[in-house]
């Protein structure tokens, strides 16, 4: 039997009883879709990702991507995968029918993404870069733009990056040097270098479309003199031959983890005659890039939650094959003329899977959540839901993208930990998917960004508007939980950790309110640890209700023991999880100031 890497059933779960796919389907953009039409899509994507993906994510970790000879070189199957979702339509989903997509709901697309992602984390961040591009190119591009470079890219015939970070200047874009100069054809010239670029260079596509930041000549100092340039690798000639656009591949970056996803140093201009072609309006770069960013973090927030849950089915299919040790007898003694038993019957290593299956499943409910706001914001009835789903979206985003990320680590760890020894060897894959999913609270903004722009952006935004938006939602839920006797007890905790985040809330606010900003957000981080805490306790509880609903109504969609398993995992998350809610406001409420720069040298 082939390794389980995800639950399809957990899934379409959360699709359509958690989060309601079907009405969302109900808007004119989506009327072409219904539950069978979707299901038969995720079958067939589960189909490419068992056949095409998932088989070749161990030889990807083992011969990595790496520089010779002024290219990359990975993994000969990336080939077949970029001209398999080409032709799936795995690029194009998202995009309207008339540009050449299938036009899905992106809680569909997330949902895809996350299952081929499951199977194989390595590759599918290159069709997910090259969709990126081309999506920014349709929605800010020119027409002719559209047709010379986006269309192609959707195909898989051509690839995608996005090129942000220089040497000296990482997560602050507004120190960047490349620039852009006017040539005599209305176009520029593009100089400068760029490191960490994802999927920057490989062999098996013709051409790679660089999305390139960069200054054009006198513009204004900081973000706001940034635009955004469309740099190929090659240009094609009068005959349609593609030439050289002195785009020069550095070198890579050898990584801990992802290893059959390339990271290069691309430097452009080299020998002055790269060109690149300006996007929309000058020094309105960074603004585009913006506009993309909360799909861009669901993505990362996906992605953590898909490895994590390949990791947690790998060590749970090792606790329920290994044998070791024997249960202890209400004596307190192990009788060893009995046979070993299965390490899954140990109280630890099931803490161990428990924990993984609360931190996946919770996460990708979140991400889920996250995306239903996406497309009901995007498909809007009018304007008062358009503000209701853009504040929720908005507010989610840090917690989307850094859970997954952040408890994500924690859970790979877990899952090495199962399997005892043998989960720090190459033979097993756990200690490999602690690799990959490092990198996730890296991408995207890091975690201390994401924090910041929690409590400095997301939790004042609107006057506190979308605060109260997203209460309202877990009153919802606390109040259906309340109505069963079994989940009184968990509605009664959250709602009491609502209280606790308020309060924290309030005496963080007197400190902004004074002018003391540095220290509203000194421990920004320790504030995100609550909210995330707080938002996946939401999600197990509206699970627990849907779950014990389902079972007390006899639904027989699932098995009772299906259901049975979430309320488990609902109930597991409030006694282990849930209480850090506390020690984190402990820390928010104490009036110490530890972390904030004094003229004392304090790391003597």
Request: hydrophobic share 40%.
């Amino acid at each position: 039997m082939a390794q389980k890497y995800f639950d399809f059933n957990t899934l379409t779960f959360l699709l359509y009883d958690i989060h309601k796919l079907e009405s969302v389907m109900e808007t004119e953009r989506y009327a072409d879709y219904d539950k069978e039409s979707v299901d038969m899509f995720l079958a067939a994507v589960k189909d490419f990702a068992d056949k095409e993906l998932f088989p070749y994510i161990k030889e990807m970790d083992s011969t990595p991507a790496h520089y010779k000879d002024g290219t990359i070189w990975t993994h000969p199957q990336l080939a077949t995968i970029f001209k398999k979702a080409g032709e799936m339509g795995l690029i194009s989903g998202l995009l309207d029918y008339d540009q050449g997509g299938m036009q899905l709901p992106f809680t569909v697309y997330t949902a895809s993404c996350f299952l081929m992602e499951a199977a194989n984390n390595h590759a599918i961040g290159y069709l997910g870069l090259t969709f990126g591009a081309a999506e920014l190119i349709y929605n800010f591009g020119n027409e002719s733009q559209v047709v010379d470079f986006a269309s192609r890219m959707i195909t898989g015939e051509w690839g995608g990056t996005m090129c942000l970070t220089e040497p000296q200047a990482g997560s602050s874009l507004s120190d960047i040097s490349t620039t852009a100069t006017l040539d005599e054809t209305g176009n520029y010239k593009i100089k400068g270098h760029k490191i960490f670029i994802s999927g920057g260079d490989h062999e098996h596509c013709d051409n790679i479309i660089h999305l390139v930041l960069a200054r054009i000549d006198g513009a204004p100092k900081g973000t706001k003199g940034i635009s955004l340039f469309i740099v190929p690798k090659k240009l094609e000639d009068t005959s349609g031959e593609l030439i050289s656009n002195d785009v020069t591949t550095a070198g890579d970056f050898q990584k801990l983890g992802q290893k059959g996803y390339c990271t290069a140093h691309l430097v452009f201009g080299d020998n002055e005659d790269c060109t690149g072609y300006l996007v929309g309006q000058a020094n309105h770069g960074l603004r585009y890039m913006f506009l993309m960013m909360n799909s861009a973090r669901i993505a990362v927030g996906r992605g953590a939650a898909s490895i994590a849950t390949a990791a947690y089915y790998a060590s749970l299919e090792y606790a329920t094959e290994r044998a070791q040790g024997r249960r202890i007898n209400n004596m307190g003694q192990k009788d060893i003329s009995q046979e070993q038993v299965l390490i899954i019957h140990h109280p630890d290593v099931r803490r161990l899977l428990l924990l993984q299956k609360a931190i996946t499943e919770g996460g990708l409910s979140l991400i889920l959540k996250a995306s239903t706001y996406y497309d009901l914001y995007h498909n809007a009835k009018n304007d008062s839901e358009k503000e209701k789903y853009n504040l929720l979206l908005e507010l989610l985003m840090p917690v989307t993208k850094s859970y997954p990320a952040e408890a994500g680590i924690h859970s790979c760890n877990a899952a090495v930990q199962v399997l005892g020894g043998y989960g720090f060897t190459s033979e097993y894959i756990p200690q490999m998917y602690l690799r990959d999913i490092r990198i996730a609270s890296i991408y995207e903004g890091t975690t201390g960004i994401q924090s910041l722009d929690l409590l400095s952006r997301k939790i004042p935004m609107a006057n506190g508007k979308a605060l109260h938006f997203l209460f309202e939602e877990v009153a919802k839920t606390i109040d259906a939980a309340g109505l069963n006797e079994d989940l009184q007890p968990f509605a009664l905790k959250l709602d009491s950790k609502i209280k606790t985040c308020k309060a924290v809330i309030d005496h963080l606010g007197q400190f902004a309110t004074k002018g003391a900003f540095e220290r509203y957000i000194s421990d920004s981080a320790i504030f995100l640890d609550l909210f995330s805490n707080l938002i996946i306790a939401w999600q197990w509880l509206d699970i627990a209700c849907v779950s014990k609903t389902a079972l007390l109504n006899e639904d027989k969609t699932y098995s009772s023991e299906f259901y049975e398993s979430k309320i488990h995992t609902m109930r597991f998350f409030y006694k282990y999880e849930l209480p850090k809610i506390d020690s984190a406001a402990t820390i928010l409420l104490d009036m110490d100031e530890l972390t904030i720069s004094r003229e004392q040298n304090v790391f003597l």
